[in-house]
């Protein structure tokens, strides 16, 4: 069979061909073009950075050659300009971790509501997010109850709520907040380890054991938790068990505080070498530790060293301020020859109903407070 074509037949393909060849020359040229400007764009960012780089470090050789000069004229402390320079890096940093976990906090809040009223309660939580941001911390829980009327099992809403007030000591209302919120999320370890501390200083023996315990099971390496399940121990005279969760806290965290209660329990053990040699540990840590110098002086005076517990009592009192028992109380002590029988951190714990776990000492109790909200904070609510 014959197949004839047109004349013009034998050039159309060649003619598509030319045509699609010369636009890919010309989105290639485009493409050029493009990338041409993008390299210009770089090279202009980079020079840029350089100079900048350039002028950062002249300004930083200037303010060096500054420093160096003030610090030979002698106005200023070049350990003394760095430290507080190091502290308001830290604290920089820290405001900045607090607004990002706010923002968090804020949409996880958000999140959880299941309601009618969601633009209402929106409102209600950006405003106090807003509040807590300009330092409003009071009017800005008042807004967060309210929300709170709104959403009655927003787990994250409800912990927000009583870890304000368990940073600041109100620990009836925490508890009632930590314990709402507990229901709504009994796995949250941050939930778990607040709500633990609160029961034991509303006197909650039980449950509070229970809940530090699981708290200390999640995170071993957890000051609180541990510290409060000692004195929850202390308080019912079981000091050996006492002892071991006071040392599993040291441990978990060394400083003087917890070299100062370990002193104490061993006190309590008549364990005098032992307590002596872990409260001069802490006066080391911190040479103006008046409680720790005058339980250093009890110990002395229990064993009959009276030139030491002079030198521990008159030192618990060059730093304890008016502190009465650092006068009055170490004069009776020596005078009659009669040291208590219970440690001041342990005194109140046999009878009272509350504080066993913050109760006997004012920087003990802010020393747990700050470290179950850190702990908290750096992460273990998502534990």
Same mark, same amino acid.
């Given at each position: 069979?014959?197949?004839?074509?047109?004349?013009?037949?034998?050039?159309?393909?060649?003619?598509?061909?030319?045509?699609?060849?010369?636009?890919?020359?010309?989105?290639?040229?485009?493409?050029?073009?493009?990338?041409?400007?993008?390299?210009?764009?770089?090279?202009?960012?980079?020079?840029?950075?350089?100079?900048?780089?350039?002028?950062?470090?002249?300004?930083?050789?200037?303010?060096?050659?500054?420093?160096?000069?003030?610090?030979?004229?002698?106005?200023?402390?070049?350990?003394?300009?760095?430290?507080?320079?190091?502290?308001?890096?830290?604290?920089?940093?820290?405001?900045?971790?607090?607004?990002?976990?706010?923002?968090?906090?804020?949409?996880?809040?958000?999140?959880?509501?299941?309601?009618?009223?969601?633009?209402?309660?929106?409102?209600?939580?950006?405003?106090?997010?807003?509040?807590?941001?300009?330092?409003?911390?009071?009017? #800005?829980?008042?807004? /967060?109850? @309210? $929300?709170?009327?709104? +959403? *009655?099992? !927003?787990?994250?809403? =409800?912990?927000?709520? %009583?870890?304000?007030?368990?940073?600041?000591?109100?620990?009836?209302? #925490?508890?009632?907040? /930590?314990? @709402? $919120?507990?229901?709504? +999320? *009994?796995? !949250?370890?941050?939930? =778990?380890?607040?709500? %633990?501390?609160?029961?034991?200083?509303?006197?909650?023996?039980?449950? #509070?054991?229970?809940? /530090?315990?699981? $708290?200390?099971?999640?995170?071993?390496?957890?000051?609180?938790?541990?510290?409060?399940? %000692?004195?929850?121990?202390?308080?019912?005279?079981?000091?050996?068990? #006492?002892?071991?969760?006071?040392?599993? $806290?040291?441990?978990?965290?060394?400083?003087?505080?917890?070299?100062?209660?370990?002193?104490?329990?061993?006190?309590?053990?008549?364990?005098?070498?032992?307590?002596?040699?872990?409260?001069?540990?802490?006066?080391?840590?911190?040479?103006?530790?008046?409680?720790?110098?005058?339980?250093?002086?009890?110990?002395?005076?229990?064993?009959?060293?009276?030139?030491?517990?002079?030198?521990?009592?008159?030192?618990?009192?060059?730093?304890?301020?008016?502190?009465?028992?650092?006068?009055?109380?170490?004069?009776?002590?020596?005078?009659?020859?009669?040291?208590?029988?219970?440690?001041?951190?342990?005194?109140?714990?046999?009878?009272?109903?509350?504080?066993?776990?913050?109760?006997?000492?004012?920087?003990?109790?802010?020393?747990?407070?700050?470290?179950?909200?850190?702990?908290?904070?750096?992460?273990?609510?998502?534990?």
């Amino acid at each position: 069979m014959l197949v004839v074509d047109s004349p013009a037949a034998r050039y159309e393909n060649q003619n598509w061909t030319a045509s699609y060849e010369e636009h890919l020359l010309e989105r290639v040229s485009a493409l050029e073009n493009r990338l041409t400007r993008l390299t210009d764009k770089l090279e202009q960012g980079l020079e840029l950075l350089l100079r900048q780089a350039r002028n950062s470090y002249f300004d930083h050789a200037l303010i060096e050659t500054l420093i160096g000069l003030l610090t030979e004229a002698g106005t200023i402390e070049a350990g003394k300009l760095e430290e507080l320079w190091r502290e308001r890096c830290r604290m920089d940093q820290s405001a900045q971790d607090e607004r990002e976990r706010r923002e968090q906090l804020g949409e996880e809040i958000i999140a959880g509501y299941r309601g009618p009223d969601q633009v209402v309660f929106e409102q209600y939580v950006q405003q106090a997010m807003f509040l807590m941001g300009s330092e409003e911390t009071v009017r #800005a829980v008042r807004v /967060l109850e @309210r $929300a709170a009327a709104l +959403a *009655p099992s !927003n787990a994250t809403l =409800l912990y927000v709520i %009583g870890e304000h007030f368990f940073s600041t000591g109100k620990m009836a209302l #925490a508890r009632d907040y /930590l314990a @709402r $919120a507990f229901e709504a +999320a *009994p796995g !949250n370890f941050a939930i =778990l380890l607040l709500l %633990g501390l609160a029961c034991g200083d509303e006197g909650e023996l039980e449950r #509070a054991r229970e809940l /530090l315990g699981e $708290a200390a099971r999640r995170d071993k390496f957890s000051f609180a938790a541990h510290y409060g399940l %000692g004195r929850l121990h202390a308080a019912e005279h079981r000091w050996k068990d #006492a002892l071991t969760e006071f040392k599993l $806290a040291l441990a978990a965290h060394p400083s003087p505080e917890a070299h100062y209660v370990i002193g104490c329990v061993y006190y309590q053990l008549g364990r005098d070498r032992m307590s002596v040699r872990h409260l001069r540990k802490a006066v080391e840590m911190d040479g103006e530790y008046a409680a720790a110098f005058y339980m250093l002086g009890l110990v002395f005076a229990r064993t009959g060293e009276r030139e030491h517990a002079k030198d521990a009592f008159s030192a618990a009192r060059s730093v304890g301020g008016n502190d009465p028992r650092y006068r009055t109380a170490a004069r009776r002590i020596l005078r009659q020859d009669d040291a208590p029988q219970l440690s001041p951190l342990f005194s109140t714990s046999g009878h009272a109903k509350k504080r066993l776990v913050t109760g006997g000492d004012r920087r003990l109790a802010k020393v747990i407070q700050r470290e179950a909200l850190n702990a908290v904070r750096a992460g273990g609510s998502h534990r």
